[in-house]
């Protein structure tokens, strides 16, 4: 799954690259629920943080409506 140069990354099969990146977050999320750092959450009025025993902090105060992405393209490098 090595792409050696910019004209070869549409080479890359979109399969591979989704099992990676799901693989490669279970990890992240594994070592955040064991550390104990919470997970993170966008609502309306703020963000908050919320650990594994239930306990919810508030993190950022502030309006965080729904945005629609004008793109849908994601460039990977």
Do not use: C, H, W
């Amino acid at each position: 799954m090595t792409v050696k140069s910019l004209r070869d990354e549409d080479k890359l099969p979109i399969k591979q690259l989704i099992k990676a990146v799901n693989r490669s977050m279970d990890d992240v999320l594994r070592v955040v629920d064991a550390l104990n750092l919470g997970r993170t959450e966008v609502r309306t009025d703020g963000v908050y943080r919320i650990f594994n025993n239930g306990d919810t902090v508030k993190v950022a105060e502030g309006v965080f409506k729904r945005r629609r992405a004008a793109a849908k393209r994601i460039k990977l490098f």
